[in-house]
């Protein structure tokens, strides 16, 4: 079935460690991928996203992300997190299979970072 | 405000009710999505609008759901004859545009209780 799968469901990090969250989707053809947070109490809200061009995209906060087509994933990385960072991340596609007016969430993980 | 307003926030009701969740879009935003999270899930698509209409409704789970934006600003996400099975956060999201702008922004959600 199509999918997009987040395999870690809850991560815990100390302060200053580096993070990546997998990312793998099962959807053919052309896709538009995306990394949104949800802080605690706040609404989900974008952090990055890939379209086409140079594979490693940098968003807001110091994260990045990094799309490997052949191995269908999008992993986010932050190398040195922040107590801040500590949020639900969920992965989204969507593209030529799913419309483009529609994006297909992952199940998310939970990042938790101690002071 | 600047943002995607939901309401109500949270709505507890009985099973066979009727419940009726708004959603006020960003100003000038012509698209506007509605989004079911359960528990431990990540966002699943219900139903887009490009403007007054109904683009794609191919989400919403049966004939209890129905969704109106009738002058093309504010939705209405109506849900008939509730079952427990309904309880989640419904999140609406809109954009400037539903082509493949990338970029949803999300309310913060009306949890609804079923019980």
């Known amino acids: 079935a199509q999918s997009v799968s987040q395999h870690n469901h809850h991560v815990i990090l100390s302060e200053a460690a580096s993070l990546e969250l997998g990312c793998n989707y099962s959807?053919?053809?052309?896709?538009?991928l995306f990394w949104y947070v949800q802080y605690p109490g706040q609404h989900l809200q974008l952090l990055l996203k890939?379209?086409?061009?140079?594979?490693l995209v940098k968003g807001i906060k110091g994260f990045e992300a990094e799309f490997i087509k052949s191995k269908f994933s999008f992993n986010l990385r932050k190398p040195s997190v922040q107590w801040s960072d500590t949020a639900e991340y969920f992965c989204?596609?969507?593209?030529?299979?799913?419309?483009?007016?529609?994006?297909?969430f992952g199940t998310g993980t939970r990042l938790t970072v101690i002071p | 405000g600047a943002g995607v307003s939901q309401t109500p926030s949270n709505k507890v009701t009985e099973k066979g009710k009727y419940v009726e969740l708004r959603c006020d879009p960003i100003?000038?935003?012509?698209?506007l999505y509605w989004y079911r999270q359960s528990l431990g899930q990540g966002p699943e698509f219900l139903i887009y609008?490009?403007?007054?209409?109904?683009?794609?409704d191919s989400g919403l789970p049966n004939d209890r759901f129905f969704a109106v934006r009738p002058e093309g600003s504010v939705s209405t996400l109506k849900i008939q004859r509730t079952e427990r099975g309904d309880s989640a956060v419904y999140l609406c999201?809109?954009?400037?545009?539903?082509?493949?702008?990338?970029?949803?922004?999300f309310g913060e959600g009306s949890r609804l209780t079923v019980l």
């Open positions: 999201a809109s954009s400037v545009s539903g082509e493949n702008t990338g970029e949803l922004f």
């Open positions: 959807y053919g053809g052309t896709v538009n």
């Open positions: 890939y379209f086409s061009g140079d594979p």
């Open positions: 989204a596609v969507n593209g030529e299979e799913t419309g483009a007016n529609n994006l297909f």
């Open positions: 100003s000038g935003h012509t698209a």
């Open positions: 609008f490009q403007g007054t209409g109904a683009a794609d």
